[in-house]
């Protein structure tokens, strides 16, 4: 879901968790300003494009890294030379394996460095947006702050994000609504800003 917020003058911090590559990510809006920018990317090929990119940045922080449910490595595997690349925790229910039939393949697969994300949260993101082929609730579960917006890959296709129930439990708990959804994700905004999310309204990038 690609987003432009028109009022950004509240915002600290925007958090974005599975960026790719430099031309998808969500958070172009925030690169060069005053505002906190982490960009966080297990895949180190696609990381190295990122610093790259983005590395001269003085408010952006890139990390390289997983998010699971606790610190260590894990096996993701990437398929970043395919026709609908992708990178994944090693899973049963990537989008690659519903919507692409993807089997895995060892020489596809790379261990990294995994981390909860409370251990690099400070509790003080305003705009969160997560794309982790269907590993997001350990994000928001693990998670100290609570966003005005939070962006998650929710569906798409054949695919339904295996941990649904409860990312919405979890979203109604903590007064989260919907807001709208596109092909893949789901834009929630924290009712508890209810004047902020009608005065800082959203829009689609062109």
């Not at 590395?55 to 894990?74: C, F, K, M, P």
Request: glycine share 4%.
């Amino acid at each position: 879901m690609n987003i432009n917020f028109e009022d950004i003058k509240n915002v600290r911090h925007v958090c974005e968790v599975g960026c790719f590559l430099p031309h998808t990510i969500q958070a172009k809006q925030f690169l060069g300003t005053e505002i906190k920018t982490t960009l966080i990317e297990p895949n180190p090929k696609v990381f190295k494009e990122l610093e790259e990119s983005f590395g001269h940045y003085e408010n952006v922080s890139l990390l390289n890294i997983a998010i699971t449910d606790q610190s260590g490595r894990v096996k993701m595997y990437n398929r970043f030379d395919s026709p609908d690349p992708s990178c994944f925790v090693d899973s049963e229910f990537s989008p690659a394996i519903v919507n692409d039939n993807y089997v895995k393949n060892e020489k596809d697969s790379f261990m990294v460095d995994s981390a909860s994300f409370d251990e690099i949260d400070d509790g003080d993101i305003d705009i969160l947006s997560v794309d982790t082929e269907g590993h997001e609730w350990f994000v928001i579960k693990n998670m100290k702050s609570r966003p005005k917006f939070i962006i998650l890959e929710t569906h798409g296709e054949f695919y339904v994000n295996p941990y649904m129930n409860q990312i919405s439990m979890w979203m109604r708990k903590n007064n989260y609504a919907v807001m709208k959804q596109d092909l893949t994700d789901t834009l929630y905004g924290n009712t508890q800003y209810h004047q902020e999310i009608k005065d800082v309204p959203v829009k689609k990038q062109p």
